[in-house]
T-cell receptor, first 113, second 115 residues
Framework: GENVEQHPSTLSVQEGDSAVIKCTYS??????FPWYKQELGKGPQLIID?????GEKKDQRIAVTLNKTAKHFSLHITETQPEDSAVYFC????????????FGSGTQLTVLP | ETGVTQSPTHLIKTRGQQVTLRCSSQ?????VSWYQQALGQGPQFIFQ???????GRGNFPPRFSGLQFPNYSSELNVNALELDDSALYLC??????????????FGQGTRLTVV
């Protein structure tokens, strides 16, 4: 089955700096890659996603890039703010199936004021 | 807020007991997926229901079962609870499935503690 690895497990940045989180996946059939933000005591919140027919997608301060050949994708957050502090999860799935999401192990992002 | 609601928010059960968790999907959504999230880990797929039928299952034993109702709300049932079942149980709703499915939106979860 699919295996998603996520790095780093913890990341601290100064407010205003950029943060980058990287994930790799194993199943070349995966074609949908969402990113979720989870705050303490809450469920995961979808922040951005990308499909395999696109190499990059941007939404304000958040961007995701996908390299299908290398089977890795990354989340980029620019101009970080303290409210960006949370656990971020990447996931992968195969559209055309039950769309079972396979999640990475998470990155605890801390933005220092 | 996603519009996906789960109940109860917290639950404590004794090993060997049975538990039922509930999920109301976002208005207009007909697909519900359940995930188990152990402390410090990413969510793991349990199963999905689409139009009241199971539509995919992860690597969980048969004592994990579910239902979806005509209004697309859903239940997760776990029998013979084990200590390792202690986790946050997440429900996610979406519209459709497969290549036509929309994004999955999660509820706030039910924290289950088995003692």
């Amino acid at each position: 089955g699919e295996n998603v690895e996520q790095h780093p497990s913890t990341l601290s940045v100064q407010e205003g700096d950029s943060a980058v989180i990287k994930c790799t996946y194993s199943d070349s059939a995966s074609n949908y890659f969402p990113w979720y933000k989870q705050e303490l005591g809450k469920g995961p919140q979808l922040i951005i996603d990308i499909r395999s027919n696109v190499g990059e997608k941007k939404d304000q301060r958040i961007a995701v890039t996908l390299n299908k050949t290398a089977k890795h994708f990354s989340l980029h957050i620019t101009e970080t703010q303290p409210e960006d502090s949370a656990v971020y999860f990447c996931a992968a799935s195969i559209m055309g199936s039950a769309r079972q999401l396979t999640f990475g192990s998470g990155t605890q992002l801390t933005v220092l004021p | 807020e996603t519009g996906v609601t789960q109940s109860p928010t917290h639950l404590i059960k004794t090993r060997g007991q049975q538990v039922t968790l509930r999920c109301s999907s976002q208005s207009g959504h007909n697909t519900v997926s359940w995930y188990q999230q152990a402390l410090g880990q990413g969510p793991q797929f349990i199963f999905q229901y689409y139009r009241e039928e199971e539509n995919g299952r992860g690597n969980f034993p048969p004592r994990f079962s579910g239902l979806q109702f005509p209004n697309y709300s859903s239940e997760l049932n776990v029998n013979a609870l084990e200590l390792d079942d202690s986790a946050l149980y997440l429900c996610a709703s979406s519209l459709g499935t497969g290549s036509l499915g929309t994004e999955a939106f999660f509820g706030q979860g039910t924290r289950l503690t088995v003692v």
